[in-house]
């Protein structure tokens, strides 16, 4: 499978940078995926958990409360207002748990937007 490169940059700066093999990330519409050579686009980023397969076909999450992405063929571009990476060994994913799920109860999103956010990521606790 072709790699496209993802970056996921906060305020704080870069948490994420690689190559990885598919994206799926919550859109303002709904959750999307992107391959590599997607369509060029630009849109707004929900409350919700973005979902990566990495070149090792390992899963990352990361947690985020609001953004923006730009897809274009080759590289996709999340820029998040806030954002925890969710994995690491058992101690810090546990933190990082918590962490997301009080930066996803913060935002001023609607009700179903954060329970479904902080639900899948609850759900990423217990799968890790």
Not at 44 to 51: A, N
Not at 112 to 128: D, F, N, R
Request: aromatic residues 4%; hydrophobic residues 45%; charged residues 25%.
């Amino acid at each position: 499978m072709e790699l496209m490169k993802l970056e996921i940059i906060t305020p704080n700066g870069v948490i994420f940078d690689a190559n990885v093999k598919q994206v799926t990330l919550p859109g303002s519409e709904g959750e999307f995926g992107v391959l590599a050579r997607h369509a060029t686009l630009v849109s707004l980023l929900d409350t919700g958990v973005i979902v990566i397969e990495t070149s090792d076909s390992k899963q990352v999450a990361v947690a985020i409360n609001s953004g923006y992405v730009k897809v274009d063929e080759i590289k996709t571009t999340c820029l998040v207002d806030g954002a925890v990476a969710l994995f690491g060994d058992d101690s810090e994913l546990a933190k990082a748990l918590e962490v997301a799920k009080e930066l996803l109860k913060s935002t001023e999103a609607s009700n179903i937007a954060i329970a479904t956010a902080v639900s899948k990521v609850e759900q990423i606790g217990k799968t890790l």
